[in-house]
């Protein structure tokens, strides 16, 4: 029961072939939400959460069946992930993702090397994905976000719950 060390540690992009369903968010649409570019990011980060948690009960699967991932359609650049408990500010590398050409896509992809079949049905129920999420959004009470709906407030970033609803529903008009 002993601490045998401490520190950074740095592991290499995990690469996998595996099945994925994406949901692109068109750059006109994500350069259109009436937020700061920062808060933007943030409501990206509380729906892949939201998208994350709610798409299982559509899989009948383990949420550590799937995973989740966000890029940039048009250039094919991954984004960080936030990290507890300081969040990730993108520097100049990560500048692309506050510009007004930024398409996000979530990846929801099978947690498994060559995939096992689950996230590709999630493209025939999208409608009913976005619908459920979009409930399960304004069923929870909380204010700023929670391990619930676009998950904790200190890692989807301020007005994540916000945001996320008002992309929800732009998706769904």
Known sequence: MENVGAGDLTLPQNEMHTTAYWLTIPAQVF???PFDPEARVNGLFGLAYLLHHVSPLFMMCDLHDIGVSIGDDVT???MPPREIPQRVIPDQAGAA??????????FIYDNYPGGIGLSPSLFDLEK????????TLQACPCYEG??????PARE???KAKEVTE???KRLLE
């Open 31 to 33: 350069s259109s939400l």
């Open 156 to 158: 989807s970033g301020e």
């Open 128 to 135: 009913k994905l976005l619908q459920a999420c979009l409930e």
């Open 166 to 168: 008002f992309i929800l």
């Open 76 to 78: 094919g650049e991954s």
């Open 97 to 106: 993702f506050y510009s007004s050409s930024f398409s996000p896509n979530i």
């Open 146 to 151: 929670c391990p619930s709906c676009v998950g």
